[in-house]
């Protein structure tokens, strides 16, 4: 088709202002824009539906219908650029913090951060974590180790009870009173295939940015304890190595940091 | 000779929910899936189809690629479509008479294009430049649409059947696809398929629709694949068998999912059709 | 602390870390744990119109007009927040 042909049709599908484009043949009807609305409604339909899917946590918190309003505005501003709707809305959680509305519900950006992670966590690449008895067999320098965490491996930090709220908003926990607002970081992963969302304990999402950062085990210790002074080195070691979380060790001499 | 090797029985399109029952019950027809879903790096999209795999024909169909655009094809989305048949090795790739993405933008939806011999020029070239891509051959399906374009000179059947001979694709016949342009155009789908070019198809689709009206009153189907196949469709697919004998013969059902067995009951109701007209054409 | 030091401190932890890790994997192998495929996230590209109507994209979409008076009436009305009970409002326009 041409190109112009193309270019007026994909106006008036984003624009509900604009009637039906006009080089329609008289078989779609002498009034075509309701047939021409199924194809605006399935634009909008899908993609609202691909960030309701996405974003479940969030959608029940705001309700349905506000959240559908949110999603119209986000598709309007930002169309995909992707045919690939696992990864549409990967910039939803910065749309959602400047929207308007939300000083009520000011941690629904960090919900769609958490719940955005969870999408990628479950489309990350497939690797094996290593066995605690990896880690046994190391000795010497052990303060230059540096880990490779699992590809779908994410901390989202936030200035609330972030893992908390989202659990009872998918279900995981039974709605409540939240008596304790204190702030909460979450680590996203997925060893094996289930996508797992943790609390982390103080300092925890230090240590695991900076491990991922490339920091050596004894740096990433340092600037965590830096950051909380409970950092409990043993406590994030049984997470990280019992979590799943490591897949490759790399001793000292091969460097520094990928 | 088509180009697909799946075998001549049903299939369903493959739902994630839908995993558990089928290596419980089991099913003996061939699986298909969305090319896009399928484009992450690992994860259970990848460990349920590696499983699946094993024991079932596979139909890739890609739903975003724009074979119909004007723009260029998107050479990362083909790159991804050839990676992901290279790691399945399905049965048959097939694609949609339409168009998606304009100037970058991805519109998620399989949109209509007229049919002149610019346009049919440009698809020819698509097919050909995601043939060798792939470094195999696929399906082209025809669309459902609801509205056409006034500069369209030549028919759908003819236009899908020239892409066929010019570029050396085999066709995917979407029967639901057929009985709702029809409708929607006033045209017959009897005619419809006798003009199609028959030799030419892989693969059958059934879905169901939704029937609403037009602003002037007429009906107004939506391919919506959210219901049991229609009764008229179904109709409509036994003619063409007779013609064709069995075929490779999909159940779409993308919304409203129903459970294992209203999907396994009417995959088993295409392969009766199929039977009887194995039948027929014996006798 | 001296690199000597450090290393201490670590392989204490790690060691600890190991013999508690260790013991969970040995009870997991103990409960024979089958292949797990996960909780299936939906797919979310289809090749079907979404649910069959012709007007839900039809509502003109501004950004800060009448499509925001939409109340939030979700689950947040029973957490409860520093801000109380009932934390979403009508957004006034």
Known sequence: MSAATETAFGAALRDPGRGAPAHLAPSSGRRPERRFSVYRNNVAVSLMGALATRF???????????????????????????????????????????????????????????????????????????????????????????????PSVEVVRSGHPLVT??????????????????????????????????RLPDGGAAFLVALAGGATLADAAGRAAQEARSFDLTENLIGLIGGGLVVAIRPSQQGDAP | MTPT??????????????FAAILEAGFDGFLEVHAENYMGAGGPPHAMLGRLREDHALSIHGVGLSIGGAGPLDRDHLARLRTLCDRYAPESFSEHLAWSTHDGDFLNDLLPLPYTQETLRRVVAHVDQTQDALGRKMLLENPATYVTFAESDVPETEFLAEIARRAGCGLLL????????????????????AA???????????????????????????DAHGAPVADPVWTLYERVLARTGPIASLIEWDNDVPDWSTLAAEAKRADALMAGAARRRAA | MPARTVNAALAGS?????????????????????????????????????????????????YQGNAWKAVAKGTCTTMKTPKGMGSLEPIKM
């Open chain 1, 56 to 150: 479940p946590a969030a959608r029940r918190i705001v309700g349905e219908a506000f959240f559908d309003e949110l999603a119209r505005a986000y598709v309007a501003q930002h169309p995909p650029r992707s045919p690939l709707m696992m990864m549409y809305g990967d910039d939803f959680p910065e749309f959602v913090a400047q929207a308007p509305g939300l000083d009520e519900v000011s941690y629904l950006a960090d919900i769609t951060r958490l719940e955005a992670a969870r999408t990628r966590a479950y489309h990350a690449a497939d690797a094996d974590p290593l066995p605690a008895s990896a880690f046994a067999a190391l000795d010497g320098a052990l303060d230059e180790v540096r880990l490779a965490l699992h």
């Open chain 1, 165 to 198: 709220i989202w659990a009872m908003n998918s279900g995981e926990a039974e709605l409540g009173p939240i008596a304790d607002w204190s702030p909460q970081d979450a680590l996203v992963c997925r060893p094996e295939l289930d996508v797992f969302v943790r």
């Open chain 2, 5 to 18: 090797a799946l075998p001549a029985t049903s299939g369903v399109g493959f739902k994630p929910e839908h």
């Open chain 2, 174 to 193: 979407d029967v639901n696809n057929v009985f709702v342009s029809a409708t929607n155009h006033g045209f017959s789908a009897d005619a419809y398929l």
């Open chain 2, 196 to 222: 199609f070019p028959l030799d030419f198809v892989g693969e059958i689709h059934l879905g169901g629709h939704d029937a609403q009206e037009d602003d002037a009153g007429a009906p107004l189907l939506i």
């Open chain 3, 14 to 62: 790690l060691l600890a870390a190991l013999s508690i890790v260790s013991a969970s994997a040995a009870e997991d192998k103990m409960a024979g744990k089958e292949k797990c495929y996960g909780v299936a996230m939906k797919g979310q590209n289809d090749c079907a119109a979404g649910p069959g109507t012709t007007c839900a994209g039809t509502s003109k979409v501004d």
